[in-house]
């Protein structure tokens, strides 16, 4: 199904209107996409934890985390051919969820795990080197890079409520920009914050790892709590 770029109106008389599809609300675009005529408008995500990947050259990730809570177990990188990240993530399961991340993985410095009011950093800047095999034969080479249950990365966690400093800074400098506050954009219409929150993602450099829909959520997150 393909993505909405305008819609057309015709009126008996022969009139007609054209709207781009920014201009189409949420509501008339899911009517549509019920409809088979389009794919169905964006979201914002609402979940309870948003994960966020900061890169060295300044990349940022965002991965929702619909959890009660969340922890980092582990992260490392196996090297074959290519490089794959290995996250490993504590969800108060039986099991710990496992994420694979493709881009540059050993440049990833930091990560974030962000909730209403709580945020945990881990510096991923540490490495512990393992192989197995001979690694021109076919064997790995595996880099770790966080360990929980690793005496030697325990100061490699804290619990930093001003860590999103930064980004709460480029955010509230592009709704100055706007001429916004914080509780002028929350209060509007889900297809006017969407296009808003888009045009803040682009200023901040974070991108959907999996789905836009992520960003949107995360930076309502920030935006609620700078709104106080």
Known sequence: MKK???LIIEYEDGTGK???SAEVSTAVQAFL???GLCTPPPEISQVKHYLVLQWKDGWR???AVNSSTADLLRYY???RIEDRGRLVLDLGADYPELRVIERTPMEISR???VSDGSVKSYNLGLEVEGYEGTFEAGGKKEFTRYDRDNPYFQGEFSEAPDITGEIEGVVAAALEDKGLTPADLLSMEQDRRIREYADIARAAGIKGAQRQ???YGFIEL???KLAG
């Open 33 to 35: 996409a019920d409809a």
């Open 4 to 6: 909405l770029k305008r």
């Open 61 to 63: 990730e965002v991965m």
């Open 77 to 79: 990188v196996i090297r």
């Open 213 to 215: 829909s992520d960003v």
């Open 222 to 224: 920030i935006l609620k």
């Open 111 to 113: 990560l974030l795990i």
């Open 18 to 20: 054209q709207l781009e």
